[in-house]
């Protein structure tokens, strides 16, 4: 498998990187692990917007799906297509309130929001409770620990997994999601400091000790925040694990 980085920044787009959002490729297929701010465009100069098989939504934070709203674009009016998109609608795993929300994202006011539907071109599916095939994928959905509904993924595929956080703060069920990867994709947001909320993110030393603890591959940190210190988030994880550990960066491309 191949991961690309299509944005890596924590809440907001950082002065060098959209927010979060990751291209996994396995031969001629790939998949979308949320499209958050500025993402489609990173998209862009690895693969044709349109060839992804599936695009999966974490959680509707702005920094993990605002970018749904350019997709939509792409997919409406694109004037050569590679292929009808409303004969050939995106499969869309995502939370319940997905379709609601992704179109107030789309509408411009009250009135349009009333009578906007996306599933012309977007197939929305429930994250799924049990796991489900994208081509070459197997992908399994974790619930995991946020201020708002929020899922993990581990993507299996050519005998290798990738396991991803995405938003979360420590709980049973990311161990579960971990156990075993050859890469952890964590966030890890800010250093580590007990004045920070439970349930909402991790630090560099919880990521480490998530990966310590699975006998993780690689772990690769994301979802830094503009404001927090990197250096420092990647120091503190290195400490806490004898697991390789590195920062990834928009547009870099890892081998799971």
């Not at 997919?75 to 995502?94: K, N, Q």
Request: proline share 10%; aromatic share 8%; net charge negative.
């Amino acid at each position: 498998m191949k991961l690309t980085i299509l944005g890596c920044s924590g809440s907001i787009p950082g002065p060098t990187t959209p927010a979060s959002g990751y291209l996994v490729e396995s031969g001629d297929t790939g998949v979308l692990l949320d499209l958050g701010n500025g993402t489609l465009g990173t998209l862009q100069r690895f693969v044709d917007p349109f060839r992804p098989e599936a695009l999966l939504l974490s959680h509707l934070h702005p920094d993990h799906c605002a970018d749904f709203g350019a997709l939509t674009v792409l997919r409406r009016y694109h004037p050569v297509p590679p292929y009808d998109p409303r004969e050939r609608r995106l499969p869309v795993f995502a939370p319940p309130e997905a379709p609601d929300r992704l179109a107030a994202l789309y509408a411009s006011n009250a009135a349009e929001r009333a009578t906007t539907d996306l599933s012309d071109v977007f197939d929305f599916r429930a994250v799924p409770e049990v796991p489900v095939r994208v081509g070459p994928f197997e992908i399994t959905a974790f619930p995991l620990e946020h201020v708002c509904p929020s899922w993990g993924f581990r993507v299996t595929a050519e005998g290798r997994v990738l396991a991803y956080t995405a938003d979360t703060g420590p709980c049973g069920r990311l161990d579960e999601l971990a156990d075993g990867a050859d890469v952890l994709l964590a966030e890890a947001s800010w250093p580590d400091s007990p004045e920070h909320p439970d349930g909402l993110h991790l630090s560099g030393r919880q990521a480490a000790e998530v990966a310590e603890k699975g006998a993780v591959g690689r772990l690769l940190l994301t979802h830094l925040q503009p404001w927090s210190d990197g250096e420092a988030i990647h120091a503190e994880a290195r400490e806490h694990t004898s697991v390789p550990v590195d920062v990834v960066a928009a547009g870099e491309t890892y081998r799971v």
